[in-house]
């Protein structure tokens, strides 16, 4: 059965360094998102993208952040100066239509130390 | 602010019980509504999908949806120790199209 895929499982980093987290979505799929869940809470929305382009972000998707579909089958998160506040899961989720099911992948662990 | 809110439990069972499980959320507009389940440390898990008022079941989950209520309930049948974990409710549509999750109820399906 397709799945969503993420690398790496864990990324550990020093705060205002760059890290590249990247998904690979179902290959039939349109619509991408990452969300990211910081630990006892709820899973936020960070951006969705279609078209190639951002269609929908966040209050917490600021300039340091950014998404790139760099081939026809990978998804990044950019973060270009972590921040301790950085530290969580990322999830990474497709769907092959805006109201259905998003499938999600097994998620990043980032820690900012 | 568009919500959706679960009660964080836990909510305790004992094993072959029925569980239940609640949510409402604020955006009228909203149009899917899912659950979710998520074991520590892991991903969300799609348990059902719904889309119009009723009731859907598939095996031992049964989805309810009111939308007069703005009222999303998951039944868990014969409930077993490997059902504990933390379900998530989410909801798309309405003002933005996202999902917007709950913080999540914890169910303890004790033996």
């Known amino acids: 059965e397709p799945e969503v895929t993420q690398t790496p499982s864990h990324q550990v980093t020093q705060m205002g360094q760059e890290v590249i987290l990247r998904c690979v979505p179902i290959?039939?799929?349109?619509?991408f998102y990452w969300y990211r869940q910081i630990l006892g809470q709820k899973v936020e929305f960070l951006v969705s993208?279609?078209?190639?382009?951002?269609?929908?972000k966040s209050e917490i998707f600021d300039d340091q952040f950014s998404v790139e579909r760099p081939d026809g089958s990978n998804f990044t998160l950019k973060i270009r100066s972590t921040k301790l506040e950085d530290s969580a899961m990322y999830f990474c989720?497709?769907?092959?239509?805006?109201?259905?099911?998003?499938?999600f992948g097994p998620g990043t662990r980032l820690t900012v130390l | 602010q568009k919500e959706v809110e679960q009660n964080s439990g836990p909510l305790s069972v004992p094993e072959g019980a029925i569980a239940s499980l609640n949510c409402t959320y604020s955006?009228?507009?909203?149009?899917?509504f899912f659950w979710y389940r998520q074991y520590s440390g892991k991903s969300p898990e799609l348990i059902m999908s719904?889309?119009?008022?009723g009731d859907k079941e598939d095996g031992r989950f049964t989805a309810q949806l009111n939308k007069a209520s703005q009222y999303v309930s998951l039944l868990i049948r014969d409930s077993q120790p490997s059902d504990s974990a933390t379900y998530l409710c989410?909801?798309?549509?309405?003002?933005?199209?996202?999902?917007?999750f709950g913080t999540g109820t914890l169910l303890a399906v004790q033996p």
């Open positions: 989720a497709s769907t092959s239509r805006g109201a259905d099911t998003q499938y």
């Open positions: 290959s039939n799929h349109l619509y």
């Open positions: 993208f279609y078209n190639n382009e951002i269609s929908e």
């Open positions: 955006d009228r507009g909203s149009q899917s």
């Open positions: 719904i889309y119009s008022n």
């Open positions: 989410a909801v798309w549509g309405g003002a933005t199209n996202k999902l917007i």
